[in-house]
């Protein structure tokens, strides 16, 4: 699969099929991710693979209070589109994958002086080449955003300048869907392009001959 199909057709997956991803598919997907750029080389990344039921039923348990406090923000029909979708699949995907980041790797990192996050951003960085690299070898990921890291924390054990950055459910899909989930139901529309593209200054447009429309 070639770069841009990749990108294109990368899906949050909910619904996975129980096969266990090959061992060496799982290498070499988490070559890619450890093979994302990172300011001054830190490589602040760990990747906490995650089989056993026990624990993913405590966070299965913890994301069902969380996602009940989320629905509360809703009212009406929103709130029962909320309460319909499936944002997880915790105790269906065969593995699940933890990407931490560990803020005191590296002591005094090249380029981070100024911007002491850029930590958290490379992690975020190998999160995205994970996620292609296993779109391209077929394998599924979601991305479980509704928990509460410090109980996260504690029940991986995470030492104290260690933080969790992205909670993944990982597996082969039952499907990759044409859209995204929340484009499909009507939840939110993708934005335009232009959109979001300034010339120079924030909220200054690009000239049609720029954009390539003119």
């Not at 391209?136 to 955003?145: C, D, F, K, L, T």
């Not at 928990?147 to 104290?160: G, Q």
């Not at 990982?170 to 484009?183: I, N, R, T, V």
């Amino acid at each position: 699969m070639e770069l841009y199909e990749a990108i294109y057709s990368r899906r949050d997956i909910r619904r996975f099929r129980p096969d266990p991803v090959d061992s060496d598919v799982l290498r070499r997907i988490l070559d890619a991710a450890h093979h994302a750029g990172s300011v001054g080389f830190m490589q602040p990344w760990n990747f906490i693979l995650i089989r056993e039921i026990d624990t993913r039923r405590r966070v299965k348990a913890m994301f069902e209070r969380e996602n009940a406090r989320g629905a509360e923000n809703y009212s009406g029909e929103r709130r029962a589109l909320y309460e319909s979708l499936k944002l997880e699949g915790i105790l269906e995907a065969p593995l699940n994958v933890c990407v931490t980041c560990d803020r005191a790797r590296g002591g005094a990192v090249l380029g981070r002086n100024t911007i002491q996050d850029t930590d958290i951003f490379s992690s975020c960085l190998a999160v995205q080449n994970l996620w292609l690299a296993a779109r391209a070898e077929g394998v599924g990921v979601g991305w479980v955003s509704i928990l509460d890291n410090r109980e996260l924390s504690k029940i991986l054990e995470l030492p104290e300048p260690v933080v969790p950055v992205a909670y993944l459910c990982m597996g082969y899909p039952e499907e990759f869907a044409g859209a995204p989930l929340l484009e499909s139901v009507g939840w939110r529309r993708r934005v335009p392009l232009e959109e979001v593209v300034f010339d120079e200054r924030f909220g200054r447009r690009l000239a049609e001959e720029k954009t390539g429309n003119g």
